[in-house]
């Protein structure tokens, strides 16, 4: 069992806000997106927002502008609109809908593992760690060169994400 002791101990190993994420270093691990043939760009229009939605979506914009997520994009060949959505817990989440995208992203091979072998590995083990404690896919970005791929505009502009999201294919096989 983690306790606060540890915690302390290993406080510098430890992320507790989105400004202490370093992430995986690139030269380890990027996310790809790979088209299976040579596709056309999906520029779709921006979706009307509920005015009502305005102040937190900006507050969302800025936090992960601030902390390093996103950054704004002049021209963008691939566009998606923002979708806000109320969570359970009646907050709002900004969402991203990348079927069209999804569609032409060619399939990665590699297969996930059984979780009861994951499980059968860990098992027994006093202390383990999952890397996804916190934020997990936002420690992995998005290579350079697709960016352009996975751009979203809305009424404060057009924004790119450098780190990995889910709703992509093959983010699942890239974060094992």
Same mark, same amino acid.
């Given at each position: 069992?983690?306790?606060?002791?540890?915690?302390?101990? #290993?406080?510098?190993?430890?992320?507790?806000?989105?400004?202490?994420?370093?992430?995986?270093?690139?030269?380890?691990?990027?996310?790809?997106?790979?088209? &299976?043939?040579?596709?056309?760009?999906?520029?779709?229009?921006?979706?009307?927002?509920?005015?009502? #939605? &305005? %102040?937190?979506?900006?507050?969302?914009? /800025?936090?992960?502008?601030?902390?390093? *997520?996103?950054?704004?994009?002049?021209?963008?060949?691939?566009?998606?609109?923002?979708?806000?959505?109320?969570?359970?817990?009646?907050?709002?989440?900004?969402?991203?809908? *990348?079927?069209?995208?999804?569609? %032409?992203?060619?399939? /990665?091979?590699?297969?996930?593992?059984?979780?009861?072998?994951?499980?059968?590995?860990?098992?027994?083990?006093?202390?383990?760690?999952?890397? /996804?404690?916190?934020?997990?896919?936002?420690?992995?970005?998005?290579?350079?060169?697709?960016?352009?791929?996975?751009? *979203?505009?809305? &009424?404060?502009?057009? *924004?790119?994400?450098?780190?990995?999201?889910?709703?992509?294919?093959?983010?699942?096989?890239?974060?094992?």
């Amino acid at each position: 069992m983690c306790n606060k002791k540890m915690l302390k101990e #290993y406080k510098d190993v430890v992320v507790w806000t989105y400004k202490d994420l370093r992430g995986i270093p690139p030269h380890l691990t990027q996310h790809q997106i790979e088209f &299976d043939t040579n596709i056309h760009a999906s520029h779709q229009a921006q979706y009307r927002m509920n005015s009502n #939605y &305005d %102040v937190v979506v900006k507050q969302d914009l /800025d936090t992960l502008l601030a902390i390093g *997520f996103i950054t704004p994009m002049e021209k963008a060949t691939w566009l998606y609109p923002i979708v806000v959505v109320l969570k359970k817990n009646r907050k709002l989440q900004i969402c991203m809908n *990348f079927q069209k995208l999804n569609i %032409v992203t060619k399939k /990665d091979p590699y297969h996930l593992p059984i979780m009861e072998e994951v499980l059968d590995m860990v098992a027994g083990h006093e202390v383990y760690s999952f890397l /996804d404690g916190f934020s997990s896919y936002h420690h992995i970005t998005i290579t350079p060169k697709n960016r352009y791929k996975i751009a *979203f505009i809305i &009424d404060w502009g057009t *924004f790119v994400w450098i780190v990995m999201l889910s709703g992509l294919k093959n983010v699942p096989p890239t974060y094992q």
